[in-house]
């Protein structure tokens, strides 16, 4: 089932910049060789013991392997970009002065909430926001970019996710939108509402962690951008952030996958178990940016080398799929058992 909304919002990220923030760049290529200092706590991205990231039967750990194809597949690969190849988002080290990827701050038990607000109001959770001192903003604190802050609450298992966040002189923050995910159930946003996210989806819940690929298994999907997007949205997105009516272009929340006859045995380990998930989990399309865009949490665990062999995947490996069969209810995001 097609959503369509009225409210757009365009650009490469989730809201209109607010007016104090300059308009966000195009996300740059990863560097090839491991660089400076770690920039994020090694280990701060694992799902706490009985705070597991969103249930088992949460959309994002559905397997989609077996699903059918969705039938306009050909189309939206196409306008994604057949030929573009897979670019992880994340990496070791830093660029242009910030961690590469969207960090993790993990917050401590106790943490005091903080007043935050928010240009978009209306779509926003109201908040406090437990938003430690040195919490993590992509690109560093001096980006001109994105700038989201994501927090992991494992004490109370939720995770606050902000876009275009600014700390204030007072200890307030200000930001374009933010959203509250309770990571113990299935429930959506409001059909129509942004998050951190274009699509109105949890940001936490798609980013590729180091700890996990270590482990050897993903069991989600990952956070995916396309160049164009439709101005609607398929469940579980919530939210559109395009004027286009080209029924080419995708709409927020397309589930895409790799190929099961890729053939992905010569990757280096790190890149392996990433495509693995893309085959099994798949892909959401969550917000506007460059081409089969991944993202990904820093660490200096990296291999940067490792990850830009995902390169050699292209569009043309992947396939768009109907999650239509999963479904419970347009307003939930568990998933039919069996």
Same mark, same amino acid.
């Given at each position: 089932?097609?959503?369509?909304?009225?409210?757009?919002?365009?650009?490469?990220?989730?809201?209109?910049?607010?007016?104090?923030?300059?308009?966000?760049?195009?996300?740059?290529?990863?560097?090839?060789?491991?660089?400076?200092?770690?920039?994020?706590?090694?280990?701060?991205?694992?799902?706490?013991?009985?705070?597991?990231?969103?249930?088992?039967?949460?959309?994002?750990?559905?397997?989609?392997?077996?699903?059918?194809?969705?039938?306009?597949?050909?189309?939206?690969?196409?306008?994604?970009?057949?030929?573009?190849?897979?670019?992880?988002?994340?990496?070791?080290?830093?660029?242009?002065?910030?961690?590469?990827?969207?960090?993790?701050?993990?917050?401590?038990?106790?943490?005091?909430?903080?007043?935050?607000?928010?240009?978009?109001?209306?779509?926003?959770?109201?908040?406090?926001?437990?938003?430690?001192?040195?919490?993590?903003?992509?690109?560093?604190?001096?980006?001109?970019?994105?700038?989201?802050?994501?927090?992991?609450?494992?004490?109370?298992?939720?995770?606050?996710?902000?876009?275009?966040?600014?700390?204030?002189?007072?200890?307030?923050?200000?930001?374009?939108?933010?959203?509250?995910?309770?990571?113990?159930?299935?429930?959506?946003?409001?059909?129509?509402?942004?998050?951190?996210?274009?699509?109105?989806?949890?940001?936490?819940?798609?980013?590729?962690?180091?700890?996990?690929?270590?482990?050897?298994?993903?069991?989600?999907?990952?956070?995916?951008?396309?160049?164009?997007?439709?101005?609607?949205?398929?469940?579980?997105?919530?939210?559109?952030?395009?004027?286009?009516? =080209? @029924?080419?272009?995708?709409?927020? &929340? %397309?589930?895409?996958?790799?190929?099961?006859? +890729? /053939?992905? $045995?010569? *990757?280096?380990?790190?890149?392996?178990?990433?495509?693995?998930?893309?085959?099994?989990?798949?892909?959401?399309?969550?917000?506007?940016?460059?081409?089969?865009?991944?993202?990904?949490?820093?660490?200096?665990?990296?291999?940067? =080398? @490792?990850?830009?062999?995902?390169? &050699? %995947?292209?569009?043309?490996?992947?396939?768009? +799929? /109907?999650? $239509?069969? *999963?479904?419970?209810?347009?307003?939930?995001?568990?998933?039919?058992?069996?």
């Amino acid at each position: 089932m097609v959503l369509t909304v009225m409210m757009t919002l365009p650009g490469c990220s989730s809201a209109p910049v607010p007016a104090a923030a300059p308009t966000p760049p195009a996300s740059p290529p990863a560097p090839t060789t491991v660089p400076a200092a770690p920039t994020t706590a090694p280990g701060a991205t694992v799902a706490a013991a009985g705070c597991h990231i969103f249930p088992p039967d949460n959309v994002w750990h559905a397997d989609v392997s077996r699903l059918p194809v969705h039938r306009d597949s050909a189309a939206y690969i196409a306008s994604i970009g057949t030929g573009k190849g897979v670019h992880a988002d994340f990496g070791a080290g830093l660029w242009e002065g910030g961690p590469i990827g969207i960090p993790i701050t993990t917050v401590p038990g106790g943490q005091a909430g903080v007043k935050v607000s928010f240009q978009y109001a209306s779509e926003s959770d109201r908040g406090p926001y437990p938003i430690p001192r040195g919490a993590l903003v992509e690109g560093g604190p001096n980006s001109q970019g994105d700038r989201h802050v994501i927090l992991y609450d494992t004490a109370a298992c939720r995770a606050y996710e902000l876009y275009a966040a600014y700390p204030n002189s007072d200890g307030s923050w200000r930001a374009g939108s933010g959203a509250v995910f309770d990571l113990r159930g299935n429930g959506l946003r409001a059909r129509g509402a942004t998050s951190a996210d274009a699509a109105g989806l949890s940001i936490l819940a798609g980013l590729v962690r180091y700890d996990e690929v270590a482990s050897g298994r993903i069991d989600h999907a990952i956070r995916v951008t396309a160049p164009r997007t439709r101005n609607a949205y398929v469940w579980p997105a919530r939210h559109a952030a395009s004027s286009a009516t =080209d @029924a080419a272009l995708p709409p927020m &929340g %397309l589930r895409l996958r790799l190929k099961s006859t +890729v /053939d992905i $045995s010569r *990757l280096p380990k790190q890149a392996r178990v990433v495509a693995e998930a893309m085959k099994t989990y798949g892909l959401i399309l969550a917000d506007n940016g460059s081409a089969w865009y991944i993202s990904g949490a820093p660490d200096d665990r990296w291999s940067n =080398d @490792a990850l830009h062999s995902l390169g &050699g %995947l292209t569009g043309a490996n992947f396939e768009a +799929v /109907d999650t $239509s069969g *999963l479904m419970v209810s347009a307003d939930s995001a568990a998933v039919r058992s069996g």
